[in-house]
Nanobody
Framework: QVQVVESGGGLVQAGGSLRLSCTAS????????MHWYREAPGKQRELVAS???????KTADSDKGRFTISKDNAKNTVYLQMNSLKPEDTAVYYC??????????????WGQGTQVTVSS
């Protein structure tokens, strides 16, 4: 079994900052990549940022310069530092982890999500 748990969401005023964390645990041989998605009310879930096992990162164009993804390999944890938050960033933020299990097969696991609310 693999568990993925996010934390760090909350209510913040526009212009403020939050740091989200996501930790994967359980039967993990290695982590191929970790990703942050968000789902705003009435909208489809969208990719915010990704980080690969070699540290390569990708960030959505709309968030470049404001959001930074990073990871701590020793803790199987990925972070999303969000600065200059806007009301339109309000959403549930989800973490997805692609792991290699004992069998050598790759699986993706999602966390339960953490709410981020930005007030104007």
């Amino acid at each position: 079994q693999v568990q993925v748990v996010e934390s760090g969401g909350g209510l913040v005023q526009a212009g403020g900052s939050l740091r989200l964390s996501c930790t994967a645990s359980g039967s993990i041989v290695s982590i191929e990549s970790m990703h942050w998605y968000r789902e705003a009310p009435g909208k489809q879930r969208e990719l915010v940022a990704s980080i690969a096992d070699d540290g390569t990162t990708k960030t959505a164009d709309s968030d470049k310069g404001r959001f930074t993804i990073s990871k701590d390999n020793a803790k199987n944890t990925v972070y999303l530092q969000m600065n200059s938050l806007k009301p339109e960033d309000t959403a549930v933020y989800y973490c997805k982890t692609i792991v290699v299990r004992d069998s050598g097969a790759k699986y993706q696991y999602w966390g339960q999500g953490t709410q981020v609310t930005v007030s104007s």
